[in-house]
């Protein structure tokens, strides 16, 4: 058995077990496996392994990998930091946009949306921890935002993704995710259907799961140690 055929078994294996002890429906997570620096071939060993969604950082290495793969049936997930100059290619390749940060981006993703293809699903990264360096919107812009992109027309707003500051044991863990699954019911209780909290990463998707996530996004977990292959 190869190294990620187990990986992914052992990590669904995982995520069924958190969604037991968290009294939720297994159906209600997705996994999302994040293959950013990995070349073509492992995303085609994880699709042989029953995998379909991917998650991308750097564009450039996405779009070369998206074309390698074409003859899969992938769903491409960009999760990287976005540059309003790089937004038509986003559009054009990606089905979901987990890093939304900014009314300027949404808009150009909009436009440059090609008309044949669904609404492009978006979540809007929130700077849960409240970090001076990170990306995301803070929490108390949220609802602005998300109104504004949810009239954008072919946009469909899904949710919200965050990357909390790195902490070591489940409790702490906990307590940012708890205010993400907040601030989603705070905007559904104001008339916005969202079901999506992208949430969770290889050293603390379950405390995700027990607070709520519906997206995990692993990487190490599934494909191994990046810096072994050069961390970009
Ligand atoms: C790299 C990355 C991940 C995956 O992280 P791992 O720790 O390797 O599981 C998830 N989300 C985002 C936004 C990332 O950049």
């Known amino acids: 058995m190869t190294a990620i055929l187990s990986n992914l078994q052992a ?3 995982a995520i069924v077990q958190a969604t037991k002890t968290a009294n939720r429906n297994v159906a209600d997570v997705r996994l999302l496996a994040v293959s950013k620096t990995f070349p073509a071939e492992a995303v085609r060993e ?5 995998q379909l969604a991917f998650g991308e950082n750097y564009l450039q290495e ?5 074309g390698e793969l074409r003859d899969l049936p992938l769903e491409w997930h960009f999760i990287g930091p976005i540059q309003s100059n790089k937004t038509r290619p986003i559009a054009e390749n990606f089905a979901w946009v987990h890093s939304v940060d900014r009314l300027k ?3 150009r993703l909009s ?6 293809l669904p609404p492009l699903n978006i979540c809007l990264q929130v700077n849960v921890s409240g970090e001076q360096s990170k990306s995301g919107v803070a929490a108390e812009e949220v609802m602005q935002l998300a109104l504004e992109i949810a009239s954008l027309p072919h946009l469909k707003l899904r949710g919200l993704m965050a990357i909390p500051s790195p902490a070591t044991d489940e409790i702490a863990q906990r307590i940012p ?3 993400m ?18 949430m969770g990463m290889s050293h603390d998707y379950p405390a995700a ?17 990046r810096t072994l292959g050069g961390e970009k």
Do not use: C
């Open 181 to 198: 699954r907040a601030m989603l019911e705070m905007l559904n209780s104001q008339g916005m259907m969202l079901d999506t909290l992208s």
């Open 62 to 66: 996405a779009l070369d990998k998206i």
């Open 111 to 116: 436009a440059q949306r090609p008309p044949h």
């Open 177 to 179: 995710f708890a205010r």
């Open 209 to 225: 799961i027990h607070e709520g996530a519906t997206i995990v996004r692993i990487g190490t977990a599934i494909f191994g140690d």
């Open 105 to 107: 981006i949404a808009e």
């Open 11 to 13: 990590a669904r294996k």
């Open 46 to 50: 994880a699709y042989q392994a029953g």
